[in-house]
């Protein structure tokens, strides 16, 4: 479902004539004063009460390069709703899916050669291709296959440095390190952050098992619209 839960904040006038946590005794704010504060507080509950919607719906946006957004009919999370798609590109087939010729378990794997087929198409349409953002079990994958091992322990050459930071601001979040793949400076990122599935009631990951998807920062946009909300009596 998009990021509404409908909320509701009801201000009445004794709560604008209370006076709020750390305010003075004979303080002089006024009643206009307090409901804008009030607001202010009520919009930041809002905001973080549809944070984690706002990530899962990235999260579909990067995987399938499309989000369905289920609307319930009478309460969340019943068998009453209506599926919408929202697609980011025409025609049957999501054209930002790429299959290596090899999975990348298989020693004999390109790894490399993947990562910079992958960054082709998003070079030609002038987008980034800076991020390479991967599910929890991949990076021990890349990490140990042996073209890539290789590939880093040439002497005298920078190819890459690994070195893992966890990125501020971001639960679960890794930043492993960077890769020079042909000129192109790729950062492997690792995500093992979590939702609960609203249908399977089941903590699922972000990002699936074997996935990866390379992308660049701020490469999507969020969008706020308003919802009318009519109520039938």
């Not at 946590?21 to 507080?41: C, H, N, P, Y």
């Not at 369905?68 to 919408?84: M, P, Q």
């Not at 378990?105 to 991967?134: C, F, S, V």
Request: with cysteine; charged share 25%.
């Amino acid at each position: 479902s998009p990021a509404n839960v409908e909320f509701k904040r009801t201000t009445t006038v004794n709560d604008l004539k209370k006076r709020g946590m750390g305010e003075a005794l004979l303080g002089s704010k006024s009643e206009t004063e307090r409901a804008a504060a009030l607001l202010r507080k009520d919009i930041r509950e809002a905001d973080r009460s549809i944070t984690r919607r706002e990530e899962y719906m990235a999260a579909q946006t990067m995987l399938y390069n499309a989000c369905t957004l289920r609307h319930y009919i009478d309460e969340y999370g019943g068998n009453k709703y209506e599926d919408w798609t929202l697609k980011f590109y025409r025609g049957e087939g999501n054209p930002g899916t790429y299959v290596p010729a090899k999975l990348w378990t298989d020693a004999d794997a390109d790894i490399l050669g993947d990562i910079e087929a992958m960054a082709e198409p998003l070079l030609e349409n002038g987008q980034g291709a800076t991020d390479l953002i991967m599910a929890g079990d991949v990076h021990k994958t890349i990490l140990n296959n042996p073209k890539v091992k290789e590939y880093l322990d040439i002497s005298n050459y920078s190819l890459g440095d690994i070195s893992p930071v966890q990125l501020e601001g971001y639960r679960g979040v890794t930043k492993l390190g960077e890769l020079n793949v042909n000129g192109l400076m790729v950062s492997l990122i690792t995500v093992k952050e979590t939702y609960i599935d609203e249908i399977t009631r089941k903590r699922t990951p972000m990002i699936p098992s074997g996935t990866v998807i390379l992308t660049a920062p701020a490469a999507g946009r969020t969008r706020y619209g308003a919802v009318n909300q009519i109520e039938e009596y």
